[in-house]
């Protein structure tokens, strides 16, 4: 059931709390770069490759994103949130894919009520090690009450 979220690595990653949606942030972009004069794969290669390869754009609510290329040719913008940007929170892989096995058991009610059991069961079954203690899980608490909101 959980098999997907491996996918997420082994690091960290900043993640986007603001309120735009996934929508407003992709109009925003296409907005800025049209406004820059930037027109299809070309012209944003090229674009990128006056800036490193890299490019950061600030949105209407402070949030800072970075724009690279994509290797997929259709679509060739890739992006997401800039490192400590306003509305992000820098989160570690593994407290995210724990929060996400928790909220997807959660919405399956397989939990038993029991926060570090039901932690460490989910934790298995995405294979990481268990959790000592609940003190060890404040940064999974904190995702997991992101994601109680956005519900």
């Given amino acids: 059931m959980f098999v997907p979220l491996l996918a997420l690595g082994g690091s960290q990653m900043d993640m986007y709390t603001g309120s735009l949606s996934p929508e407003e942030i992709f109009t925003e972009i296409r907005m800025q770069l049209k406004d820059a004069g930037i027109e299809g794969r070309g012209g944003y290669e090229a674009w990128l490759a006056q800036r490193n390869h890299y490019a950061t754009l600030v949105l209407s609510d402070t949030s800072k994103w970075i724009l690279r290329l994509a290797a997929d040719k259709a679509h060739y913008i890739h992006l997401h949130p800039g490192r400590y940007s306003p509305h ?37 079954e995405i294979r990481l090690s268990p959790l000592r203690n609940a003190a060890e899980s404040n940064h999974i608490l904190e995702i997991m009450a992101l994601l109680s909101e956005e519900v």
């Fill in 88 to 124: 992000t929170l820098r989160v570690k892989a593994a407290a995210l894919k724990t929060a996400l096995a928790w909220w997807v058991a959660k919405q399956h009610r397989t939990l038993t009520g029991n926060l570090l059991e039901d932690l460490n069961r989910v934790r298995n």
